[in-house]
């Protein structure tokens, strides 16, 4: 159960969301309010699209709040989209390469969540990730698999329809063999232009998304950076939001036709 | 505000207090419950005594909960006499040398409470360290520097006089210039064979403290360890334990005379 | 090319050869001599059979020759059969999962060497892994998964047998479909008792290893500890030692038949 | 025996200098040419100025070479002044606060170079740091000491002034008491718009240092980038560069009546 933030708009510091609101991302490490695991500290990560073709990365196993290089960072780094994440690991090591977000191309990723029963389906999961993108697999989670598989899929040209059948693959996979093991898919994907985050889940409630838009700037966080909760619009539980360049950002059903023919 | 454990009794290997109990120093390090700092994730530390003359000493930055390389040691290493301790920084930096405990020569010491206005005080406090003693300075901490002033005070001979004279003239200086900074010193002193734990304040309540007693095995805590309260004898504010080879456990004043003779 | 050393004989401290000798395993990792990489900078690792039924692991990603805590551990542990290794990656990511030696049920592993073109044959080695080990694959090197792979072909039982038929099946995978990708293997595998080492290559040169023997204690090192080259026995390429409790050392031919088929 | 780079001119991305360069900062710390250490493993540190009145700063422990996010942000931070460097520690911990460059406020400094027995001089070099600068002393380094000592000695009015004044009184306190300690000084100085840069030393050789202008670009270095030596001219030692706003880049004598009047 991480945390983690995703914005898009005019460029601004990453301090902004990171470090400078009440409750921000980098208080929620220590202290998250709707999350199950109360503290974020087996490492965080950023991820930021600046004038270099490809992303920027800084990731770190120590905890977020006492990170000096992370203040330093929010405060010198500016970006029209960026993310961050303070993980709270379900199983998997502490090691930089497993802390969010992930980098492959011009492609970024992070995710709340988890596949139930990682140990028993680990073999199956990693199995979707076509040989063009296993050599990206660097680290050992579920959620960097899930990624892959995801860009394997097609997600460079066709993002939302990649994965929605990579997690409809994933849905039929974790109820497999009768067995019932919880998905859950709370994730954020872009490409430096665009910006997509996704809330699913499939045997188990789904962890919590907000959005807030102002203007053509959208910021979508996993509970709210403030106490003005009116500003903070949930994002239904099976849906996503969508934020193209040089669209309106629209909010709508993500995988309702397979979970409707699933049942 | 951090949580500690000191042991000494017969030769068991370290989990036996620092990871295995319910409510063990590894899990206080993500909830305690007697402190205002309910993480405890500012890295951590061991010391232990075996058959080298000096002690041993494991001290990392990462929090407690997610080393693995932490339960290892605790498995197999073994002793007679040992201190474990998880770090809620009061503002210095998270280092290795600033991680309790602190080893000089053939003594550990390791501390939960702080010298209050320590930028404006540090210097007051490191002059009281001699010459000979500052070459073991590594770090920064408030905690180390009263280490080394009570070594250099005569700690080596005459442990329990040498923590008096050093705490009676720091209370004397948190109180100095019409200044009321608080002091809190709840903290364990051994060489190998002696143990001594201080539950002490000027100007704040003092932190918590706890013994438990089985024959020649005693336990010393900043909160219990299970759930069986009965067991653990809270140490009066004012108070020390005193565990030397040969003698029985005993609890006693601390400084009183000098707190009298103050008001 | 990594620096190894295994030790079996009278339990001793660590340092007797991790940190004392002039030319000890830390002082390799800082300039090591017949080695492709002087520098061996990229994290190390102990492994070591104590009391407890399974050995203590000791991981990090720093240097060996700046870490505090290695130089009092190894002043500290005692051991009859241990391992050390300083790492110089050939690729993979530099976190402790993925520092030598390797750690499943009371088996130890570490290895200087690699396979050729790992992002390429990774997905082939990692199928020789059994499901039955695959939850114990933690990091993500070459070293690793060669290790479950020999566990997963019977290694516990007969492990001589296991690791002859796994560097048979990857001496075919790096010579096939036209590609000749060189194979490193001069590893050694332990369970508590009995001490394997092997060196061995396939299209390319063996990496080296030497041993001493005095009594019933052997060493076995990647290059000389000391000036007494006189002392330290190589082992020759396409061989390995056998240490087994209760007999004596032997130096034995390894994979020889296989190798003659294939020529 | 550090190596470093100071860059001030145009607004380019940090990898220029850090990482592109085939002799580049990040190769020296694997095989420095013109250093006693051939390896500067222990930690190493980015400062840079950008839009935010104070300066950004990156520190870690790890070696530089192996470290990812070092490559990301030299790759998206763009700075018109920026220091880097890389460190073999003489003593003190591997720690961030003891990684160069220091800041504080609008200044930057970073240092190859030491005093001499450092045990026994720590505390009269302290003593040269004001009250109003002590506070800002975060690690236990000579050189953060001499720093701070600088700018207490007014070095945000007149640098060169005030680094002349502490410079002098550091080499009447090496060659004190009889003892004759070598004190080396290869240093940088920056506050977002001037650069300084000194070579001194007193009873011992001093420290390299190169620089290289084009336009009004210059790049001062511990040794050559690239094997076109004919581009980088020596600073001769006893000598500084000034590379204030607005002005051409001198290179001056620094101390030389202060060591003519000693001589």
Known sequence: MC???AYRGET?????????PAHSLVVQSQKALESTASTNGDGFGMGWYGEH???GLYREVRPAWSDENLRYLCRHIRSHLYFAHVRASTGTPITRPNCHPFACGQWLFMHNGLIGNWARLRRRVEALIPDSHYGSRVGTTDSEAVFLAIL????DKDPVGATSRVLAT???LVTDD???EPLRFTAALANGRDLYAFRYSANDKANTLYYRESGDNVVIVSEPLDGERSHWKPVPPGHMIVAEAGSRVSCAPFLA???AAAE
Do not use: S
């Open 3 to 5: 945390r983690w933030i």
């Open 12 to 20: 601004i510091p990453l301090e902004q969301y990171v470090t400078a």
């Open 53 to 55: 073709p490809e992303p």
């Open 152 to 155: 394997g899929a097609g997600g």
């Open 170 to 172: 994933l849905t039929d």
């Open 178 to 180: 009768g067995h019932t």
């Open 257 to 259: 036709e397979h979970r």
